[in-house]
């Protein structure tokens, strides 16, 4: 559910681009790679979907362009949730970048950024885009299994 001051379209904007980043974390610490995404904005009165096929990625980089692109597409009214799920998963082995993809160097660059999260606490670096959204999204892991998905220093408190 979204807050009250986030249901508006730039509040559903900022809070996918908090979930992506999130979820593409949660991609390179399983070292997994994304083939596609499910986006939806489940409205009041009218809700959005879109799949949207990848290359092999799980980058933020990537995963935002591509999210960015297909956002124009978007019909809901009245938003009340979003969500981001990944299909499509494999393991590095099972990958075949592209030579002209950009993936794997910005698939480096985003493990940095975890690695600076994870030291310096969550939030340290994020995509500027989700700027109001940033604390958005809390961890809602049942039995408090929060250290699954830590994202780093103050990142898995509940």
Do not use: Y
Request: net charge neutral.
């Amino acid at each position: 559910m979204l807050a009250p001051e986030l249901r508006s379209d730039s509040g559903c904007r900022e809070v996918m681009l908090r979930l992506m980043t999130k979820a593409s974390a949660r991609l390179r610490a399983s070292e997994l790679w994304t083939g596609s995404m499910v986006l939806f904005v489940r409205g009041f009165k009218r809700s959005w979907e879109c799949r949207v096929k990848l290359p092999p990625t799980q980058d933020s980089v990537t995963l935002t362009e591509h999210f960015l692109e297909v956002w124009n597409s978007r019909d809901f009214d009245s938003p009340r949730s979003v969500g981001v799920t990944f299909h499509d998963l494999h393991t590095r082995t099972e990958v075949t970048p592209s030579l002209f993809d950009e993936t794997v160097a910005r698939s480096a660059l985003s493990h940095a950024m975890d690695g600076v999260n994870q030291k310096f606490g969550k939030n340290s670096i994020f995509l500027a885009g989700m700027e109001h959204a940033r604390n958005s999204a809390d961890e809602k892991i049942a039995f408090q299994k929060t250290w699954l998905f830590s994202e780093g220093k103050g990142g898995n408190e509940i």
